[in-house]
């Protein structure tokens, strides 16, 4: 099955229309707040007459809302739900469980929507430039959705991209904003920075034709590794908001778990995907930084072959920053804590004007952090199958998040450059573990 999108079921009704102005999207943002406060006001209203409603029945009630919202608005909004999903150390679990299904099952266009997207675009049907074509989308998700068809005895994936999508992402970002800034305690001086990196990464996702590119480039770059395939694009059957690829098979992880693949597969698809993140990291110096199951396929072909989707979402390295990521991963940071500190400096999570206990505060904190996170870095092997790592760094963010110090502290730290790379390397964790996967990591 084709993705880097999401899994489409009988129950997921098409949508007619988006929300595509401004206008339009604030208000459906207004919507959903009147409706979640109203399930607060059902929550009291419950108890004060001592009725049964839990705290997780309201999280449940207004997690539904949220989602439905995300979903109708797709774009960004729902990119950032994906992204939640998985970051399950920060939510309330009916939250996590319900973004979840921003990863494999979101409502898709209709018929008519996608053959005027192919009207606009190449000034015909799809079904002038395709055999076949099924204008069913086999998979959906925040940015576009995927269809089949086929010419000849050629097969592709067609995805395409949903309407307004582009121009709605810095309106989004403008309508969440003063939401996050309150409820955060933050001004936007602070967090200029952050909001610039994911904005310029949310709409690079919506540039098809740098997706494209970046597809071919990477594809080719990382050609001689082993177990590892990617599609094939098609720019004369391509444009802005449509991008065709070769329909590769396989399955998404939660599927191809289920058919009980072995330890040796699993091991491999592991390492496969291992090998890919770490060429990526250290020679390519750029990665796939939207390492949620959607964007993979794994089949037992060959012992296990990983076929890799979906190159919107590229976080490119800058030399220091890639100096500073795998200097603070290293073993002798961790035995020394005066050079923990001055790379800490240099990285601006602890600054000249910090004052001397909460310089060896952060040094502590981070000592502890990087000690677990640069893990599988420095040990030869490492064995994913055992989840206790996983819940590990979920219980440190959890523990982290408790300190006084930090839920104190109203401004962010460090390079904005972290944000993808700590997302990816968390994702592809969480994948490795969930894979069961022993790996060879390749540190001396």
Same mark, same amino acid.
Request: glycine share 4%; aromatic share 4%.
């Given at each position: 099955m084709q993705a880097g999108a999401s899994y489409m079921d009988e129950t997921t009704q098409p949508?007619?229309?988006?929300p595509t102005t401004?206008?339009?999207r604030a208000a459906r943002f207004a919507k959903t707040g009147f409706s979640v406060g109203a399930n607060y006001v059902k929550h009291y209203a419950k108890r004060a007459v001592g009725g049964e409603s839990t705290t997780e029945d309201l999280h449940a009630a207004n997690a539904a809302e949220l989602y439905g919202a995300l979903s109708e608005m797709k774009g960004s909004v729902l990119k950032v739900a994906q992204m939640l999903a998985m970051e399950k150390n920060i939510l309330p679990a009916a939250y996590a469980n319900q973004f979840a299904q921003a990863q494999y099952q979101t409502p898709p266009l209709s018929g008519p929507l996608v053959v005027k997207a192919f009207?606009?675009?190449f000034g015909k049907s799809p079904f002038d430039l395709f055999d076949e074509f099924d204008l069913t989308a086999r998979?959906?998700?925040?940015i576009g959705q995927v269809h089949f068809a086929r010419k000849g005895s050629h097969t592709f994936a067609v995805k395409v991209q949903y309407p307004?999508?582009?121009?709605?992402?810095?309106?989004?970002?403008?309508?969440?904003?003063?939401? %996050? !800034?309150?409820?955060?305690?933050?001004?936007e001086e602070t967090v200029r920075p952050y909001l610039q990196e994911v904005e310029t990464r949310l709409v690079e996702e919506t540039d098809y034709a740098l997706e494209l590119r970046r597809g071919q480039k990477i594809a080719g770059l990382c050609a001689s590794l082993p177990h590892v395939e990617f599609p094939t694009y098609y720019p004369e059957l391509s444009s802005a908001r449509i991008l065709t690829m070769d329909w590769l098979p396989g399955q998404h992880l939660r599927e191809f778990l289920a058919t009980s693949p072995s330890q040796e597969v699993r091991n491999q698809l592991g390492q496969a995907l291992w090998d890919?993140?770490?060429?990526q990291l250290h020679t390519l110096r750029q990665v796939h930084a939207d390492p949620h199951p959607g964007n993979f396929l794994l089949r037992s072909h060959n012992g296990g072959t990983l076929g890799v989707l979906d190159f919107g979402c590229v976080k490119e390295i800058p030399a220091e920053v890639h100096r500073l990521?795998? %200097? !603070?991963?290293?073993?002798?940071?961790?035995?020394?804590?005066?050079?923990?500190?001055?790379?800490l400096t240099e990285a601006g999570v602890i600054r000249p004007e910090d004052a001397p206990a909460k310089q060896a505060f952060y040094v502590t904190t981070m000592q502890a952090s990087l000690e677990l996170v640069g893990r599988p870095f420095r040990q030869a092997t490492f064995d994913f199958g055992d989840p206790a790592f996983l819940q590990s760094l979920y219980a440190l963010g959890d523990d982290l998040l408790q300190q006084p110090e930090l839920r104190q502290q109203r401004e962010p730290r460090g390079s904005e450059h972290f944000i993808y790379l700590n997302r990816t390397y968390v994702g592809l964790y969480a994948l490795l573990t969930e894979l069961g996967a022993f790996i060879r990591t390749g540190a001396a």
């Open positions: 949508l007619d229309s988006l401004k206008v339009a009207r606009d675009a998979q959906a998700a925040s307004g999508v582009a121009d709605s992402i810095r309106s989004d970002i403008r309508l969440v904003k003063p939401i %996050a !800034l309150r409820v955060l305690g933050l001004s890919f993140y770490m060429h990521f795998t %200097a !603070l991963l290293a073993p002798e940071t961790l035995a020394e804590s005066t050079l923990l500190s001055a790379l």
